[in-house]
């Protein structure tokens, strides 16, 4: 149980195009879904928190602009990154959790993104 | 911002030896858990401590909680070749906003030499 799906696994694209990440959870409704970025040998930074209808809560320094998310329903969320330059190449990771205290997060398969 | 360390870095073993990873934090938690990744992929949860508990086991992997000076091991015995990966744990901070919100330490990249 409690699988995340996330479409799509790479990206490779050109500069000033917008990509959209889906993020799903297949066997569970997920009230809050995470999204990181990861850089090469470093570790998972969190972007910002999504929670089903309402506007996403985006950490320190993250451009809300920049990174679109929308959770529409209890099952999906996604991440537009507009405009995408160079810099933002790196590995975007979803997670999804069910609610309530003291439970881990179910992680999707992160999407490679490349810009040229 | 990232609040977790871990230690080593980087470690490199021989099959069948034990591996032991520490993670460090810096506020009060809910919980703290333990992550593997495999190399470009997501990430899979290992194991859930909570902070009113010390110790648990898994199958192969014994992870301990010290809330007095924030520290957190985990232990795999008796290594294989597939337990080679990153391994990150993650802080579940208290506060009056508990979104679930985890704040991932650094990460001790594993290899397990056959």
């Known amino acids: 149980g409690a699988v995340v799906s996330q479409h799509p696994s790479r990206v490779i694209c050109k500069s000033g195009t917008s990509v959209k990440i889906e993020c799903r959870s297949l066997?569970?409704?997920?009230?809050?879904m995470f999204w990181y970025r990861q850089f090469p040998k470093q570790s998972l930074m969190l972007m910002a928190t999504?929670?089903?209808?309402?506007?996403?809560?985006?950490e320190q320094g993250v451009e809300k602009d920049k990174f679109l998310i929308n959770h529409a329903s209890l099952t999906l969320s996604t991440l537009t990154v507009t405009s995408a330059h160079p810099e933002d190449s790196s590995f975007y990771i979803c997670?999804?959790?069910?609610?309530?205290?003291?439970?881990?997060?179910?992680f999707g398969d992160g999407t490679r993104l490349s810009i040229l | 911002s990232q609040q977790g360390e871990e230690d080593p870095q980087a470690l490199s073993i021989q099959e069948g030896e034990n591996a032991t990873m520490n993670c460090s934090y810096k506020?009060?938690?809910?919980?703290l858990q333990w992550y593997r990744q495999n190399s470009g992929r997501g990430l899979v949860h290992l194991i859930l401590?909570?902070?009113?508990?010390r110790e648990k086991h898994s199958g192969r992997l014994r992870v301990t909680l010290d809330t007095s000076k924030k520290s957190s091991s985990l232990l795999i015995t008796a290594s294989r070749a597939a337990d080679t990966a990153s391994y990150f744990c993650?802080?579940?901070?208290?506060?009056?906003?508990?979104?679930?919100?985890?704040?991932f330490g650094q990460g001790t990249t594993l290899q397990v030499k056959p």
């Open positions: 993650a802080t579940d901070a208290r506060g009056s906003s508990n979104t679930g919100k985890l704040i």
């Open positions: 999504s929670n089903e209808g309402s506007k996403a809560t985006y």
């Open positions: 997670s999804a959790a069910g609610g309530g205290s003291n439970q881990p997060q179910h």
């Open positions: 506020t009060s938690i809910n919980n």
């Open positions: 401590i909570r902070s009113n508990e």
């Open positions: 066997d569970f409704q997920a009230t809050t």
